[in-house]
């Protein structure tokens, strides 16, 4: 049974969970880390060797008040989105410009019974409204010193994470596993992580207005033959407009009916 595959992963509805956390550097790394479902996000943060000077771009998901005071500690920012729930006190505010979109600039205090134990540092609050999607975000910071629509620039490049994992999700396909250990399956997440990633580099050098769909059949026979691969590209012909992507299996979704191999 499909319960009894991947023992190291958190099972629900008779399903196995892989989590890839990912970690976006702009200046160019993209180390990621593969993990199974039970671990939770903040877990990642343990992880970090923090760049004093440095801004780390944070879901809510990782908003551990314990783990952020570190943050402060290590003479880093962090830039997040603030919790529904969180519980505080406005110790001052300053004017903002609300035709930048900004709503408020604030400096408070958690007052909640462990978070504020947990981060007993000033933090900054404020709010600000999106045109583009008609939303109210409100973020949380521990700097104090760039203007509150900088900070919510900044916050929009974590977006590329966001893209990453919906070309993943778009892009990669693995049909079934050849180990069911968590070596075997990290090792084979990995094996196709990369070898995407050579096919995206194939696309972008030469300039192919082919998508990675069309690039991956022609790399897989091409690469048997004595003809020139981007020979292969400029005959290549189209039949995959039709393909039903509809009915792509997903990543990290394994049914009781998953034949795999030893």
């Known amino acids: 049974m499909c319960l009894s595959l991947f023992p190291w992963g958190q099972f629900r509805r008779r399903k196995s969970a892989v989590k890839l956390h990912t970690l976006l550097d702009v200046r160019g790394s993209i180390p990621t880390s593969v993990t199974s479902g039970q671990v939770h996000d903040v877990n990642l943060l343990d992880e970090l060797q923090l760049e004093a000077g440095a801004f780390y771009l944070l879901d809510r998901g990782y908003v551990d008040f314990a783990r952020l005071y570190g943050f402060t ?45 947990r981060n007993p540092h000033p933090l900054r609050r404020f709010g600000y409204f999106d045109t583009e999607k008609d939303s109210r975000p409100t973020f949380l910071t521990n700097n ?26 778009q892009h990669l396909r693995i049909k079934a596993f050849y180990g069911t250990s968590e ?3 990290k090792t084979q997440v990995w094996v196709a992580l990369s070898v995407y990633v050579l096919v995206a580099i194939v ?7 082919l998508s990675l769909y069309k690039i991956l059949p022609v790399l897989s026979v091409a690469i048997f033959e004595k003809t020139p691969i981007l020979e292969g590209f400029f005959n290549f012909a189209d039949e995959t407009e039709n393909l039903n992507l509809g009915k792509q299996l997903n990543l990290f979704e394994f049914y009781p009916d998953t034949t795999v191999d030893k």
């Open 73 to 117: 500690q290590a003479c880093a920012f962090f830039i997040t989105r603030t919790q529904k729930n969180m519980q505080f006190n406005r110790r001052a505010s300053c004017p903002v410009e609300r035709s930048t979109g900004v709503r408020c600039d604030q400096t408070i205090l958690l007052t909640g019974v462990r978070t504020a134990q």
């Open 144 to 169: 104090f010193l760039l203007p509150p629509l900088t900070i919510a620039q900044r916050y929009r490049a974590r977006w590329q994470v966001e893209l990453f994992f919906r070309w993943i999700k």
């Open 183 to 185: 070596n075997a399956v």
């Open 203 to 209: 696309k972008k050098q030469p300039g192919l207005d």
